[in-house]
Nanobody, 123 residues
Framework: QVQVVESGGGLVQPGGSLRLSCTASGLMFSRYGMGWFRQAPGKEREYVGTIGWSGGQMFYANSVKGRFTISKDNAKNTLYLQMNSLRPEDTAIYYC????????????????WGQGTLVTVSS
């Protein structure tokens, strides 16, 4: 049984930082591309970024490029999202996703989703 569980969400002030974690079990983590998607209130879920099997190739949405960093620890079956210079428009539920795609992927390629963790950026 595959489980994907996010943690680390919370309230942060504009300009602040937050790190999300995602632990996956029941799958061969080193053979899954991993990624983050988010859904703001009243909006569709959108792509944030993805990382390939080995953790050596990262891809980002233009809206977060230069501010967010994705990393993957295959030994710990854990995915991270380091978010810096946060803006109010980053407020959303952040979802961890796993895909059998080797490098990058979109929402339609996701095999497993986490339940989401809420990030609120507000003063």
């Amino acid at each position: 049984q595959v489980q994907v569980v996010e943690s680390g969400g919370g309230l942060v002030q504009p300009g602040g930082s937050l790190r999300l974690s995602c632990t996956a079990s029941g799958l061969m983590f080193s053979r899954y591309g991993m990624g983050w998607f988010r859904q703001a209130p009243g909006k569709e879920r959108e792509y944030v970024g993805t990382i390939g099997w080995s953790g050596g190739q990262m891809f980002y949405a233009n809206s977060v490029k230069g501010r967010f960093t994705i990393s993957k620890d295959n030994a710990k079956n854990t995915l991270y999202l380091q978010m810096n210079s946060l803006r109010p428009e980053d407020t959303a539920i952040y979802y961890c996703a796993a895909s059998r795609e080797r490098y990058t992927f979109q929402g339609s390629d996701v095999d497993y989703w986490g339940q989401g963790t809420l990030v609120t950026v507000s003063s």
